[in-house]
């Protein structure tokens, strides 16, 4: 059996057997070497964890975790969507269009789906219960619309992409991911809608409008979260790294001093955590450079680009097959773990079709952020129907529904590239062709 099929073999085996994801690339990695190069190579596998971590622009990762672990305990969720709800007002419909844009607005403080769903989910699913949404149909619509937090900027998976890919600007593809996530957004709240106003869900008459003013006081100060970290990168005040600092001070601040929800006992936990889930994703990193250095030398990225190429020249048509591929993928593994697994395989091919790499890499993003809630994983679905106290299986066909809606939206994307790359384009990045 040839070298890379043993690599690519014991991997899937390993993934299979349950052993974690890191491990899996690990073994995988070593796999490949001792089949296919001199024994002696193995003497690498120090050096390429180590290379692998040991990249200035990953400091920005755990800084941003603790940013959305910050948010996310400080009660900002609570003050946006008081102050939504004062904007959006009584209607049938009214908390879903809450949920979506106070969604939003969280994944421009925590980068993180998962965090962003636990955030919104806590403050949502009580009002929502009591406004008559079934339980399932609302956990699948914050679930889904937290989702795109992997687009709105600060994104880690985003981050980790400007690593993985060479030559990409990390603040074109930040400010590029800023129309599809909205995008995504709405795409949400138009079966949302539906379904509130076909079912009478959510009696205006019964729900409370919020005072405006006070709400908007109130909700300020997060508010301003993604206005500091983004007119920062825009103005060229700090770069990515330094705003992941920036936005920890200023989560510290907000929680501590002006919401007061934090005290310094809190932050040590809160840093515990913070640094516990930042050992995981530089342990899968760390391990993935074997698997990277491994089907590099040995040939088996470009190997399996080249079979996929046999079976199409046309680049629609693979683009096609990469994006199932990718929604398979997010459908089993986190979007870490998708990147540093499967842009070393696309990379060729977007190499090949000249594919614009900011543009490819939201697509993945809005790919991988489908998966994020469609079973049999769907991570962000396991936090809300966890909080909701329901089971995932009966949340299956709600999400399906909103599947198929951002779907439409990363169609859209696909058809028309300016949706992504003229923003950065306009703020005088450079995107390349498109």
Known sequence: MSPDLLMIGSFLLALMLGMPVAIALGLGGVVGIVAGLPPTMLGTFGTNTYNSVAKYPLIAIPL???????????????????????????????????AVLVCLIMGGMSGSGPADAAAVAMVMLPSMRKAGYPQPFSASLIAASSSTAILIPPSIALILYSIVVPGVDLRALFAAGIFPGILAGVSLLAPALYFAKKYRWEDPEAVERPPFWPSFKAALPALFAPVIILGGLRSGLFTPTEAAVVAVAYGVLVGCVLYRNLSIRNLWSLMTEAAVTSGVVMFIIALAGIFAWAGTTLGTFQHLADALLSLSENGWVLLGLVMVLVLIAGMLLDAISIYLILIPIVLPLMNHFGWNPIWFGILLAMNIAIGQFTPPVAVNLMVTTRIAN??????IGWAMVFVAAMAVSLVLVMLVPGIALWLPDKLGYVVGPW
């Open 64 to 98: 941003f975790i603790l940013t959305g672990l910050i948010f996310e305990r400080a009660g900002v969720a609570a003050s946006l969507v008081r102050f939504a709800q004062a904007i959006i007002g009584p209607r049938h419909g009214g908390l879903t269009v809450v």
């Open 390 to 395: 329901i089971r995932l299986e009966h949340t």
